[in-house]
Structure formats: structure tokens, C-alpha cells
Nanobody, 113 residues
Framework: VQLQASGGGLVQPGGSLRLSCVVS????????LGWYRQAPGKQRDLVAS??????TYADSVKGRFTISRDNAKNTVYLQMNSLKPEDTAVYYC?????????WGKGTQVTVSS
């Protein structure tokens, strides 16, 4: 099983980025998917998740970030708009497949002028 995240980078405050995570097709359709982030010296926190019941967001990103999934491409996305310096972190995708949890390698997002 593999989760391959991409799309991070350096962006100015107010800018946008779209993160992508390609998930192994063997688990994608039956997985709950999520994006987490971890800033230096802090714990890893949930940013957004998408399940059969819908999407949820951390309060800090509501109205700015959107999580979506493309079943044809076995990919989960995180569209990030109106980025702020406090969004700077390593972003990780996560797949919860029945009782198993899989993590992708992180992608760095830096918001700075």
C-alpha cells in the first residue's frame, strides 16, 4: 500500500496551493481519507477528512480549504486558499482502511513573504 503526496511549496500569504495524494487502488474506494499537518515542535493535527458521510474541517481552515476525492484517479486533494503563515507545516495524507491506518510521506507547505 502506498500513499504519494505532492503539491507542497513556498507561497505568499493570501496565495493558493493544491495538494494531491495518490492512494493505492487496492484500498482507495473503501478508505476514509484525510489530510493532517505538523508544524515544528507541534503535534500532528487533523486538517480535513472525507468519508462516506461527508467532509469535516479544522476550525482554523474552514472556509479556506476544501478536501475532495477523485475515485477514477484514486486521488485525494486538498485545495488551500487564502493561505496564512500559520498554515506553514508538513502536510500528510492518511487513509483509514477498515482497522488499518496508512500514512503518506509529508509534503512541505511554507507560507511566507
Amino acid at each position: 500500500v502506498q500513499l504519494q503526496a505532492s503539491g507542497g511549496g513556498l507561497v505568499q500569504p493570501g496565495g493558493s496551493l493544491r495538494l494531491s495524494c495518490v492512494v493505492s487502488v487496492s484500498i482507495f474506494s473503501n478508505s476514509d481519507l484525510g489530510w493532517y499537518r505538523q508544524a515544528p515542535g507541534k503535534q500532528r493535527d487533523l486538517v480535513a477528512s472525507i468519508t462516506s458521510g461527508g467532509s469535516t474541517y479544522a476550525d482554523s481552515v474552514k472556509g479556506r480549504f476544501t478536501i475532495s476525492r477523485d475515485n477514477a484517479k484514486n486521488t485525494v486533494y486538498l485545495q488551500m486558499n487564502s493561505l496564512k503563515p500559520e498554515d506553514t507545516a508538513v502536510y500528510y495524507c492518511r487513509a483509514q482502511w477498515f482497522l488499518r491506518t496508512y500514512w503518506g510521506k509529508g509534503t512541505q507547505v511554507t507560507v511566507s513573504s
